[in-house]
């Protein structure tokens, strides 16, 4: 999701993005942990999501 796509959609939204992916993100360490996993970095990558969400989170709760 791109930065612009966050800032149109609500902070409900947002949060419920959140936790889309951070059940993502828990599955891709359940599957890195029983080397299922083959692309690793998909789990930076989510991170990185959530901590973008989250910084928009608080720039609309200002």
């Known amino acids: 999701m791109k930065l612009q ?3 149109e959609k ?3 939204e947002l949060n ?3 936790i889309d992916y ?3 993100l828990y ?3 359940v599957q890195k942990s029983l080397n299922k996993l083959e692309n ?3 789990i930076g990558k989510i991170k990185r999501e959530i901590a973008q969400i989250k910084t928009v989170i608080k ?4």
């Open 10 to 12: 609500t902070i409900e």
């Open 22 to 24: 951070k059940k993502q």
């Open 40 to 42: 690793t970095a998909q």
């Open 5 to 7: 796509e966050m800032r």
């Open 27 to 29: 599955e891709l360490r």
């Open 16 to 18: 419920s993005t959140v």
């Open 59 to 62: 720039e609309k709760a200002e």
